[in-house]
């Protein structure tokens, strides 16, 4: 039998599913249709942690994007967390011409940072 401190906390993760339906716009009741669960269930596990169960867990992070890697394995340096995986997705829209321009960013951001450590 397993002891009651032995479960994991799923409140961090309950709130990163909050973060980033609300981030997306979806209200729960539009999260619970989609995936279909009873929007109560999502609010337990947002709001207290409620443990959900495999495919719910599949199915949240799969709609919302988020990395469960920070939540399961805190130590591993080849996590992505929730924000890279957003923004991951958001690039998978855009076209060549504007990964160009994204590049572009990413170049200054790099250089930038290479002239403050100087």
Do not use: C
């Not at 339906?21 to 539009?30: F, P, S």
């Not at 609010?43 to 992070?61: A, F």
């Not at 997705?89 to 940072?113: F, H, P, T, Y």
């Amino acid at each position: 039998m397993r002891k009651k401190e032995d479960k994991y906390d799923f409140r961090a993760f309950g709130l990163a599913i909050k973060e980033a339906r609300m981030k997306q716009g979806l209200t729960r009741e539009q999260v619970g249709a989609m995936i279909e669960i009873d929007p109560r269930y999502l609010t337990n596990i947002e709001n207290k942690g409620h443990h959900p169960s495999l495919q719910v867990l599949y199915d949240l992070v799969h709609l919302l994007n988020v990395s469960v890697d920070a939540f399961f394995l805190p130590a591993s340096d080849l996590a992505k967390s929730t924000r890279r995986i957003q923004l991951e997705k958001q690039l998978d829209n855009l076209s060549d011409k504007d990964l160009v321009i994204m590049e572009s960013v990413a170049d200054g951001i790099i250089k930038s940072r290479e002239v403050e450590e100087d």
